[in-house]
């Protein structure tokens, strides 16, 4: 048996705003477009996991823009855990349980976690490799409660190539540090969620040459 990746390791940039919270830039360069398609597509009650809740700063505006969710982030890093959890308290938002550890690329998360209405995720994909994603998926669809909902944002191949030469040239250097890691293929993302029981909803182009999948779990 492997060793689990630890993803601390591989935990983006992000600034010490005090009080116990982390900014990261790209984190705030992407918060509303993924709330708005969180808003169109995620049901309106229920309960809410974010897996990798990286700064918090994300969930903090989710559960603004989705008020009657129930929240609950969740990291692997400590330091995050305590900025996710500041970060709640700063927002103000009510509907925020206190963050928790949860490596989502272990297996026997979703059983743990089943009854989600909502699972949402941004920019792992890219960071693990193509067993730990096939995992994550595979647990997400257990985690989810019929007609729930399965949201992954982040970079990703378009039919086997990326589509720009920063993208190319960061994919480049995920792999240089780590073979096992970089962009996934958008169509083996697609075939994950389908062998995994749920059903494809949308694939969404998003700014800065990112993708929003969007699935539900039929029953």
């Known amino acids: 048996m492997s060793t689990p990746r630890d993803l601390s390791a591989v935990s983006g940039y992000a600034e010490d705003e005090g009080n116990g919270r982390l900014f990261s830039p790209s984190a705030a360069r992407n918060i509303e477009p993924i709330a708005d398609v969180l808003a169109h597509h995620a049901p309106k009650t229920g309960q809410a996991l974010e897996i ?22 969740t990291e692997i890093d400590a330091a995050r855990l305590t900025s996710v959890n500041a970060w709640a308290e700063h927002s103000g938002e009510l509907n925020i349980l206190p963050a928790i550890p949860l490596n989502a690329t272990q297996k026997g998360w979703g059983a743990a976690h089943a009854g989600q209405d909502l699972i949402t995720l941004s920019n792992l994909l890219h960071l693990i490799s193509k067993t730990e994603a096939q995992t994550l998926i595979s647990e997400a669809g257990k985690a989810l409660a019929p007609q729930g909902v399965f949201h992954i944002y982040g970079p990703f191949m378009r039919d086997g190539e990326t589509t720009s030469a920063g993208d190319a040239e960061f994919h480049a250097k995920l792999q240089a540090q780590d073979p096992d890691v970089g962009y996934k293929d958008d169509w083996d993302v697609i075939d994950w969620i389908h062998t995994s029981g749920m059903d494809l909803v949308q694939v969404l182009e998003m700014p800065s040459n990112n993708i929003s999948f969007v699935a539900t779990r039929p029953f």
Request: charge should be positive; proline fraction near 9%.
């Open 52 to 73: 990798a809740s990286g700064t918090g700063q994300h969930v903090a505006i989710f559960a603004g823009r989705l008020p009657n969710l129930v929240w609950q982030p």
